[in-house]
């Protein structure tokens, strides 16, 4: 197991290089610290995947939009989701009312929150909602909807009914992909739009979001990023970057 999630991380790790305009496989393998022809075998599996298009000397990354399972998704990174999770958990104020959103990094952070009671949490995530209903002093509000197979988060007209009547001291989102001018991209419209409620019903606004979720990718839905929003993810991000959306008036901040 350790073993695959090695291999899945350094893939992502090549694709930013790529995405970067670095695709020498020498200077590839130097980046992630493996032998060429492992490079070159990771090449071929990523452009059998489909998601990157070998080029004579080089490779180029397709820019599709991958939706990742949640047993995916949780393979990935998992030392970056937990820091950016402890440093959330920070945000949070004494007995306060939190929405956490559906997705492994926000499951992370409720781990953490499940020891930060009283607290009262509303979920879209069944991962978070099972975890933290075993918290003896954290109240489980669970987010109504139709279940994401994918993401395991719910979404749809319930959850409009239920977010209708709540409100939250502090929301933590999470995305799918992130960009300066777009925003934040999910695969589906009601997911987006479940954001875009929660954000109106809550007095602060966090997504957690690793770094690999600022690559170029197109999924189909976006929501635009407020103002007032901020970014809590890794040390990862390029600085241009986060220039990028600090002229949004975004704030993204490495846990």
Do not use: N
């Not at 197991?1 to 590839?28: P, Q």
């Not at 075998?41 to 080089?58: N, S």
């Not at 950016?84 to 939190?98: M, N």
């Not at 669970?142 to 979404?155: D, E, K, R, T, Y």
């Amino acid at each position: 197991m350790r073993r695959r999630r090695s291999t899945e991380e350094r893939h992502e790790a090549l694709v930013t290089l790529l995405r970067s305009g670095i695709d020498g496989v020498e200077t590839l393998a130097e980046r992630v610290g493996v032998s060429a022809s492992t490079v070159r075998r990771d090449l071929a599996t990523l452009q059998g995947e489909g998601r990157i298009a070998r080029t004579y000397g080089g490779a180029l990354v397709r820019d599709v939009f991958h939706e990742r399972s949640f047993g995916e998704s949780a393979q990935l990174f998992a030392g970056a989701k937990a820091a950016i999770a402890t440093a959330a958990a920070e945000l949070v104020p004494a007995e306060a009312s939190v929405f956490v959103d559906a997705g492994t990094t926000c499951l992370a952070l409720a781990r953490v929150l499940a020891d930060r009671g009283p607290l009262t949490v509303a979920t879209r995530g069944l991962e978070a909602a099972l975890l933290l209903a075993r918290a003896p002093e954290v109240r489980v509000i669970m987010v109504g909807g139709q279940v994401q197979p994918l993401s395991h988060g719910v979404a749809g007209a319930l959850s409009e009914v239920a977010l209708g009547r709540l409100a939250f001291d502090v929301a933590f989102l999470g995305a799918d992909t992130l960009h300066p001018d777009r925003g934040l991209g999910e695969p589906t419209v009601e997911e987006t739009y479940v954001k875009e409620l929660v954000a109106g019903r809550s007095g602060r606004v966090v997504v957690l979001a690793d770094s690999s979720k600022f690559l170029a990718a197109t999924p189909p839905a976006w929501t635009q990023l407020a103002g007032e929003w901020s970014v809590l993810t890794d040390d990862g991000v390029d600085p241009a970057t986060v220039a990028a959306f600090g002229r949004r008036g975004v704030s993204v901040v490495p846990a």
